[in-house]
C-alpha cells in the first residue's frame, strides 16, 4: 500500500491533477470491485481459491469508499482550550481544509469589511454583526470546498447554536456527514494558555476566555474532547470519532 501510495502521488504530482483526495478514493474503490467481479466470474469456473481474493478486493473498496465519504468537522470550544490544535491534526490526517473564524476575521478587516476595537466580548470588531459577517464568509468557503469533495472542518468557538444550525444546513445541502467536537479544559487553564501563547491568529484575552465559559453544557450534539491530555490522545479520540460517523 505504501509503494502504490508513492506512485499515485508521483504521477499526480507531475500530471498536475490536483483533485481532491475522495476522487482518488472512489476510483480505486471502483478498480477494486473490477477485480472483486473478476474474481466472482472465477470462482464459477471452478477456481474456488479466488472466493477469498474477491472478499479482499470487496473489504479495499469498502474501506477506500469509507475514505472517500465528504465530512464537515466542527472543532469548537472557548479560546485556550486547543481547538486550533485538534483541527491541524485532523487535517493532516484526513487531508481536509481547515477554515479558521480567526484567520477568516483577520482577512477581513485586512480587506476594510469588518472593523471595531479587539479585546471586548459582544462588541467592536466582535459585535454580533461583525460575528455574522465573518460566520458568513466561513460557511461559504466551507460549500465551496465541499463541492469539490473535499473534507472541511470549521475552526472556531462556535457558541452561537443559530451559527451550528447553518452548518448541519450546509452539511445536508452538500450531502456532507457531519461531525461536531466541543473542546474543553478548566477555565484557568485555558486562561492561562491564552495568557502564556505567542502571537497568533486570536484576538482573546484571559478574561475573554473565563468570560466565555464551557459552551459544553449548551451543546448537546457535540461529542466532547478532553484537551487537558496530551495533543496525540485527543486527536486520536477524535480521528476515531470521525471514522465512526461515516
Known amino acids: 500500500p505504501d ?5 499515485l502521488d508521483e504521477y499526480c504530482l507531475h500530471a498536475g491533477d490536483a483533485s481532491a483526495p475522495s476522487l482518488r478514493h472512489v476510483c480505486i ?5 473490477v477485480r472483486a467481479k473478476v474474481d466472482c466470474i472465477r470462482v464459477g469456473q471452478g477456481h474456488a481459491e479466488a472466493k477469498a481474493d474477491a472478499d479482499r478486493h470487496l473489504a479495499i473498496a469498502l474501506a477506500h469508499l469509507k475514505s472517500a465519504s465528504v465530512q464537515l468537522i466542527i472543532v469548537g470550544g472557548g479560546p485556550g482550550t486547543g481547538k486550533t490544535t485538534v483541527a491541524k491534526e485532523l487535517a493532516e490526517h484526513f487531508a481536509a481544509q481547515v477554515i479558521s473564524t480567526d484567520e477568516v476575521r483577520r482577512e477581513l478587516v485586512h480587506a476594510g469589511v469588518v472593523h471595531g476595537r479587539v479585546g471586548d466580548l459582544n462588541a467592536g470588531l466582535y459585535a454580533p454583526e461583525n460575528v455574522s459577517m465573518v460566520y458568513d464568509e466561513v460557511l461559504r468557503r466551507a460549500h465551496s470546498w465541499l463541492g469539490a469533495g473535499h473534507t472541511v472542518i470549521l475552526d472556531g468557538t462556535w457558541r452561537d447554536v ?22 474543553t479544559v478548566p477555565l484557568s487553564e485555558a486562561a492561562h494558555r491564552v495568557a502564556s501563547r505567542g502571537p497568533t491568529a486570536s484576538d ?17 450534539t457535540a461529542h466532547v474532547l478532553d484537551t487537558s491530555r496530551p495533543p496525540a490522545e485527543t486527536a486520536a479520540e477524535a480521528q476515531r470519532v470521525c471514522v465512526a460517523a461515516v
Request: proline content about 6%; some cysteine.
Open 204 to 220: 482573546a484575552t484571559p478574561s475573554i476566555a473565563t468570560e466565555l465559559g464551557d459552551p459544553a453544557t449548551e451543546w448537546p
Open 3 to 7: 509503494l502504490a501510495d508513492f506512485f
Open 162 to 183: 443559530d451559527q451550528r444550525r447553518r452548518v448541519h444546513t450546509l452539511a445536508a445541502n452538500t450531502n456532507s456527514s457531519i461531525v461536531e467536537f466541543c473542546c
Open 29 to 33: 474503490a471502483y478498480r477494486a470491485v
